[in-house]
């Protein structure tokens, strides 16, 4: 069984409520060892995540951008960003993780994950969006 380091805990704590309680369910029954490398990113993290081609918003349309984060990015430990098929089986394991998740839980949220985007793949990020009625 894995277990998150201190950073990825510090990291998730920043994060809204159904994203931990995702991220410690996904862990728990995880095939792979994962890490949370961001919840919450301030103005400069989120300039910074621009500048070098990680994201495509500016401060503060991100859902990094909310207070607490409406988004965390998770890598497969060890991180190798060439291997796009352990990002995709971990992706997969969280998205089945979500579905396994109570609508209480899941807090009235849909679940979103960057590496099933269309124009801009993002494999690490994972968002909240208010689910539409």
Same mark, same amino acid.
């Given at each position: 069984?894995?277990v998150?380091?201190?950073?990825s805990?510090?990291?998730l704590?920043?994060?809204?409520?159904?994203l931990?309680?995702?991220?410690a369910r996904a862990l728990?029954?995880s095939? /792979?060892?994962? %890490?949370?490398?961001?919840?919450?990113r =301030?103005? !400069?993290?989120?300039?910074e995540?621009l500048?070098s +081609?990680?994201?495509?918003?500016?401060s503060?349309?991100?859902?990094?951008?909310?207070?607490?984060?409406?988004?965390?990015?998770?890598?497969?430990?060890?991180l190798d960003?060439?291997?796009?098929?352990s990002?995709?089986?971990l992706?997969?394991? /969280?998205?089945? %993780?979500?579905g396994?998740?109570?609508? =209480?839980? !899941?807090?009235?949220?849909d679940?979103?994950?960057g +590496?099933?985007w269309?124009?801009?793949?993002d494999?690490?990020h994972?968002?909240?969006r208010?689910?539409?009625h």
């Amino acid at each position: 069984m894995f277990v998150f380091s201190r950073r990825s805990k510090k990291n998730l704590e920043t994060c809204e409520i159904p994203l931990q309680t995702l991220a410690a369910r996904a862990l728990a029954t995880s095939p /792979i060892d994962f %890490t949370i490398i961001c919840g919450y990113r =301030d103005k !400069k993290g989120q300039d910074e995540a621009l500048a070098s +081609g990680a994201s495509q918003l500016k401060s503060p349309t991100s859902k990094h951008n909310k207070w607490p984060s409406l988004a965390f990015d998770a890598v497969p430990y060890p991180l190798d960003w060439n291997n796009i098929e352990s990002f995709q089986e971990l992706g997969d394991h /969280i998205i089945e %993780t979500w579905g396994t998740m109570t609508d =209480d839980e !899941k807090m009235g949220f849909d679940l979103s994950w960057g +590496g099933n985007w269309r124009k801009f793949k993002d494999y690490p990020h994972y968002e909240l969006r208010k689910k539409s009625h």
